[in-house]
């Protein structure tokens, strides 16, 4: 069984469309996570989701929106899609918040987005 | 505000060869946690080690060691007798134990690229 699993693998995009991200854990994990890593594999931390609580990274754009209708579920829309937005976006989840000192977080296997 | 240097941006070596990856972080915490983390050219990320600020004991697994150096704020991570298969990107991480606000999660460094040649 999947830990973290994330759909689509792959996304390929025009400018200016709406897309959304699935992730799903079955870890019973109570806080997610979605990351992005850009095209020279740097990785940042877009939002934290725990007990209904969002924190959000101050430079992520408010095109893109975190919606997780339970806990085990952390689905990440984004808007109006821009060129800059093409990256691998990887979701996670840790057994609680507080940095993920519980555990080591578990990695969804990453969505490619690429916008055309 | 935490952060992680890893210098090296990416390292060759000939197989058999042994290898170290430098990781230094910087936190103001007492309490904070250290991983490593391989992502393969298929680009799943792969969870390596954690350890506490409170343990400072070197860990060997396998090929695999970790030399934790608190007094130098250092995390490295060293391959004996590299193989092909260990051709990654290699990921130091840290997380403090309270954020103190903004996102929690892990901050990490921007990665090494190992290429082992055969």
């Known amino acids: 069984d999947t830990a973290v699993s994330q759909t689509p693998k792959y996304l390929v995009t025009q400018m200016g469309n709406d897309k959304s991200i699935k992730c799903e854990q079955n870890?019973?994990?109570?806080?997610m996570y979605w990351y992005k890593q850009d095209s020279k594999k740097f990785l940042k931390i877009m939002f934290s989701?725990?007990?209904?609580?969002?924190?959000i990274n101050e430079t992520v754009p408010n095109r893109f929106s975190p919606k997780s209708p339970d806990k085990a579920h952390l689905n990440l829309h984004i808007n109006s899609l821009e060129l800059g937005d093409s990256a691998v976006y990887f979701c996670?989840?840790?057994?609680?918040?507080?940095?993920?000192?519980?555990?080591?977080?578990?990695f969804g296997n990453g969505t490619r987005l690429t916008v055309t | 505000a935490q952060k992680v240097t890893q210098a090296q941006t990416e390292i060759s070596v000939v197989e058999k060869e042994d290898v170290t990856l430098d990781c230094v972080y910087e936190?103001?915490?007492?309490?904070?946690?250290l991983f490593w983390y391989k992502q393969p050219p298929s680009g799943e990320l792969v969870f390596l080690i954690r350890?506490?600020?409170?343990?400072?004991q070197n860990e060997i697994s396998g090929r695999y060691s970790w030399n934790f150096q608190k007094s130098t704020s250092s995390f490295n991570f060293t391959i004996t007798a590299s193989q092909v298969v260990d051709s990654a990107v290699y990921f130091c991480?840290?997380?403090?134990?309270?954020?103190?606000?903004?996102?929690?999660?892990?901050?990490f460094g921007k990665g090494t690229h190992l290429i082992i040649q055969p």
């Open positions: 991480a840290l997380s403090e134990a309270y954020s103190g606000g903004g996102a929690d999660g892990l901050t």
């Open positions: 936190t103001r915490d007492t309490t904070y946690y």
């Open positions: 989701y725990n007990n209904k609580e969002l924190i």
């Open positions: 350890r506490n600020s409170f343990d400072e």
């Open positions: 870890l019973g994990h109570d806080t």
């Open positions: 996670a989840s840790s057994p609680g918040p507080g940095g993920a000192y519980n555990s080591p977080l578990h």
